[in-house]
């Protein structure tokens, strides 16, 4: 089996190109995104023909097994290895995903792309749970969902914040996982938004498509960041326009081509 390696920021990912899913998908994909005994990534991302109109459908499973409905650096990797596949350099894909379809224009000159992605409605998420409230009392949080859940947190000090630590403790109080985002904003500087990420099924990354959409949306309802806005992580920047139907704009990296038995 034929894969790529790619990454969105530090954000990286296995990306397969195959007409059907291998079997016993989840511990596959934990077995190759281990770092140690395996390749190595955050997720495995497969690449399957589409349906009803749709370019391809996107399959995701986090490293450790578990199933992603959606994610911003991956469907823009994905899109990067079908680029380079097919040689088509600027192009314009339908990918339909767990958290619905996603249109993305992506340009690939070598190794590098860039891409955009219509991240789709953002919807109200599950609701800050009451134990979280308690210990941020004052602070502005909230949830929303992109396909995939996530929690919102304005802190003062992004140095102050231990995600390793908090980002597990929050997401066990939700049945189904959440992704936590810590964010900081600087009132004199309403066009970056820095943020920090805890990736359900993944742990810390060094950035979130899907976190900085979130993030962005909520910050900008907020009143603390403008409409469009660069989101910074440990990995580097992307860009949002935080609209109704928020755009995700970022950068992707070809790593290498690796071929496993099967």
Not at 197 to 203: K, L, P, Q
Request: aromatic share 4%.
């Amino acid at each position: 089996m034929r894969l790529t390696k790619h990454h969105g920021l530090g954000n990286d990912f296995l990306v397969g190109l195959v007409d059907q899913a291998p079997h016993a998908l989840a511990s596959f994909a934990r077995e190759i995104c281990d770092r140690r005994t395996g390749v190595g990534a955050d997720g495995l991302v497969l690449g399957l023909p589409g349906n009803n109109g749709a370019d391809l459908t996107m399959l995701l499973h986090n490293s450790d097994g578990s199933i992603a409905e959606m994610s911003g650096n991956g469907i823009r990797c994905l899109a990067q290895a079908h680029a380079m596949a097919y040689g088509t350099g600027a192009t314009s894909l339908e990918i339909d995903t767990t958290g619905g379809r996603r249109r993305v224009e992506i340009d690939t000159d070598g190794t590098h792309a860039e891409a955009s992605v219509n991240m789709g409605p953002v919807g109200p998420g599950p609701g800050v749970d009451d134990r979280i409230l308690a210990e941020t009392a004052g602070s502005l949080i909230g949830t929303a969902d992109l396909g995939n859940p996530h929690l919102v947190v304005v802190v003062d000090d992004l140095a102050a914040v231990d995600i390793g630590e908090l980002g597990p403790r929050y997401e066990a109080l939700y049945p189904q996982g959440i992704n936590v985002e810590c964010v900081a904003a600087d009132p004199n500087d309403t066009d970056n938004l820095d943020m920090l990420v805890w990736e359900r099924g993944a742990g810390v990354t060094q950035a979130c498509g899907t976190g900085a959409t979130a993030a962005a949306v909520r910050a900008h309802q907020w009143g603390l960041v403008k409409q469009h806005v660069n989101v910074r992580m440990p990995g580097g920047e992307v860009q949002v326009v935080a609209n109704e139907h928020p755009l995700l704009i970022g950068s992707t990296v070809y790593v290498a081509s690796i071929e496993l038995p099967i």
